[in-house]
């Protein structure tokens, strides 16, 4: 049987707070790696937890935490992970079949369940296979968020992929986008990712509702620049003009934004 490792990425012991991985049964076959960044307070995590590996720094940026959660293992089943989530009580049953049952398939995303009537997002009724080869594809990529996601752990080392550390919350450089360049490397790699229709982990609805700052329109541009090439240029025009109401609320003028994504500040 394959070893689960939920991989855990967490700042200044916040994962202590969080009563599902207090209480989750590790074990041999499903184990914790909690890799913390050590930001405002200087204390270490120090959990005595069984099967459990944690990992404690002093840098920042969700990208450099979760790849230290990927150097600590090897080979199995990989889920990321962020302190504020849990998951449905048949969670390993559902990853198990979809690796067992889709030995060609490397990744998988699944959905998030807010326990409540609110959707997270529009997901789709049933299963498909997603590649870079298209534009609606990388579209469907661009929709994913970390928390959905588990992979082949030998399968990403193999091809030596990490999560970018440029981009993601905590970067020096872009506020977000790292689970995108780390799909679409993983694609442009040759592994191969399944969309699979069940809830696999919680977590409470979040507005879309975040201020355009420079920053966040240019990472923006940036991962629109990796999924569509030369492309990304008409759809950051296209995409702005989906956000006009937006641009108007917050008093920005769209080809300042449209320079914003394409040059930065």
Known sequence: MQVIYILVATTDRKILQNDFFKYLQTSEYLQLVVSNQIIHEDIALDW????????????????????????????????????????????????????????DFDIFTYKIDTQTEKPYKGYSKNSYELNSNSVLNRQKILKISSIEVAFRIEKIKEKQIWFNTDFGIGSKKMTGGEEVIFLLDCLRAGLRLKYIPEFLVNHPFISSGKQYSNKLLYSFGQVFHRAYGLLYYPFCVYFLLKKLPKLKQEKIPYFSALKTMWFGQ
């Open 48 to 103: 005595d937890k069984p099967f459990t590996k944690i990992i404690n720094q002093k840098n920042k940026g969700i990208s450099l935490n979760r790849n230290s959660c990927l150097h600590a293992v090897e080979k199995g089943v990989g889920i990321i992970a962020d302190d504020d989530v849990s998951y449905n009580e048949d969670f390993e049953q559902i990853i198990r079949k979809s690796f067992e049952q889709n030995p």
